[in-house]
């Protein structure tokens, strides 16, 4: 299984980004994807997830700004980040579960909020 995150940048307070994370290899019995965020020198956090059945998470911090979509076909989950703010500035991680055991990390994509 690989996850190819894309889509971080550089963008000022209230700006808008879409994270993007293209899985191949997978198979099947996907029952989880989501995106989590390390800020520097903080612990790694989750910030949204869809599960199989399409249920949506989300941190407290995000609700209402960010939403999690996935494309089934192309077996890509996106993230839209709106309103965003100094403090979502972090280093971006893709996840994906397969059968609920086997995990699976993208590489990171940092984003930075920032006037």
């Known amino acids: 299984v690989q996850l190819q995150a894309s889509g971080g940048g550089l963008v000022q307070p209230g700006q808008s980004l879409t994270l993007s994370c293209a899985a191949s290899?997978?198979?099947?019995?996907?029952?989880?994807r989501g995106w989590y965020r390390q800020p520097q020198g903080k612990q790694r956090e989750l910030v949204a997830a869809?599960?199989?059945?399409?249920?949506?998470n989300y941190a407290d911090s995000v609700k209402g700004r960010f939403t999690i979509s996935r494309d089934t076909a192309k077996n890509t989950v996106s993230l839209q980040m709106n309103s965003l703010k100094p403090e979502d500035t972090a280093v971006y991680y893709c996840?994906?579960?397969?059968?609920?055991?086997?995990?699976?990390w993208g590489q990171g994509t940092l984003v930075t909020v920032s006037s």
């Open positions: 996840k994906l579960t397969r059968w609920g055991t086997y995990h699976y």
């Open positions: 869809i599960a199989r059945d399409g249920l949506t």
């Open positions: 290899g997978t198979g099947s019995g996907i029952t989880f």
